[in-house]
C-alpha cells in the first residue's frame, strides 16, 4: 500500500484550454525536476556521476554538519509526514487544485532535497572501507535497494504517485478513479516495499564515511516513526481489509513478523 492507494476518486473540474495546457505544463515539469532530482540523489548517496556527493565540500566542525544536515533531514520529514495527512490535504485543496495537489508535493520535496545537496556538510571520516568481492556484494546491494524502489512505484501506480496522472487526467477534462486497495508482487511479502528498498539502498556502502552513516542511521529512525504513522492512517481509510493484511504480511522485513 502507499499514499497514492489511500485516495478517494475525484472529481476533475473542467478547464479551460489555457488552463488544461497549465496543468499539464505544471504536472510535467514537476515530474522532470524530480527525475533529475532522484537520480542526483542517488549518485550523491553512492558517491558517484554527480559534481558534488555526500562526502564533498568545505569541511567544517562536526557539531555545525550534524546541525546542518539534521535540519535539512528534518525538514523533509515534517514535510513529508504533515503534507501527506488527509487533514491537511482537505485544507490545502482550498489554495491548490485537487489534481495539482501531488504535484505541489513533488515540488515542494523537489526543493528540499535540492537544497539538501547544495548545502549539505560533509563528514568525510572512514567508518568503514570493504575491499574485494565484500565491496563488490555491498555496492551491487546499492543497486539492489534502488532497483526496489524504482519497482515499488511502478506497482502502486508510478505517475500517479508523482503527479503526472492527475495533472494529465485534468488537462483532459477525464475524472481519475481512485487506485484500489491491492496487493501485487513484492506487495505480497512486504507492506512496504519501497521503504524497505531505500533501508538497503542507504545501508549498502562499500565506502561507509561519518556523513553517509549519519544520513542512513537518521534516515532509517524516520522511515520506522513514518511506517507507524501511514499505517495508522492506512487502517482508518482502509478498515478491515487492511487489518487482514497486516496480519498476513510483515510491515517491512519479508519473513518477520515486523
Known amino acids: 500500500m502507499s499514499r497514492s492507494q489511500t485516495e478517494s476518486a475525484l472529481e476533475v473540474p473542467v478547464l479551460s484550454a489555457a488552463g488544461r495546457a497549465a496543468m499539464l505544463s505544471y504536472g510535467v515539469l514537476v515530474y ?23 562526502d564533498d565540500g568545505l569541511v567544517g566542525p562536526v557539531g555545525q554538519a550534524v546541525l546542518v544536515n539534521l535540519g535539512f533531514l528534518s525538514l523533509f520529514a515534517v514535510q513529508h509526514t504533515i503534507m501527506a495527512r488527509p487533514a491537511f490535504k482537505r485544507w490545502w485543496a482550498k489554495y491548490v487544485p485537487p489534481a495539482a495537489e501531488r504535484s505541489t508535493f513533488v515540488m515542494v520535496t523537489n526543493a528540499i532535497l535540492i ?27 546499492f543497486a539492489f535497494g534502488w532497483a526496489i524502489v524504482l519497482a515499488s512505484t511502478f506497482l502502486i501506480d508510478h505517475f500517479e504517485l508523482f503527479g503526472l496522472k492527475q495533472t494529465c487526467s485534468a488537462a483532459l477534462n477525464r475524472p481519475r478513479e481512485a487506485t484500489p486497495f491491492q496487493e501485487r508482487f513484492l506487495y505480497r511479502y512486504t507492506r512496504h516495499p519501497l521503504m524497505l528498498g531505500f533501508m538497503i539502498a542507504f545501508w549498502s556502502a562499500s565506502s561507509m564515511s561519518e556523513g553517509r552513516l549519519f544520513f542512513a542511521a537518521v534516515t532509517t529512525a524516520y522511515i520506522v516513526v513514518a511506517l507507524y504513522i501511514e499505517e495508522h492512517t492506512l487502517v482508518e481509510l482502509h478498515g478491515e481489509a487492511y487489518e487482514e493484511y497486516q496480519r498476513r504480511v510483515p510491515k517491512l522485513i519479508p519473513g518477520l513478523r515486523w
Do not use: C, H, N
Open 115 to 141: 537544497a539538501m545537496v547544495w548545502q549539505w556538510r560533509p563528514m568525510p571520516d572512514t567508518v568503514w572501507q570493504a575491499e574485494g568481492a565484500l565491496a563488490i556484494a555491498l555496492d551491487a546491494s
Open 32 to 54: 522532470l525536476i524530480f527525475l533529475g532530482t532522484f537520480l542526483y540523489v542517488i549518485g550523491f548517496i553512492g558517491g558517484f556521476a554527480v559534481p558534488k556527493t555526500i
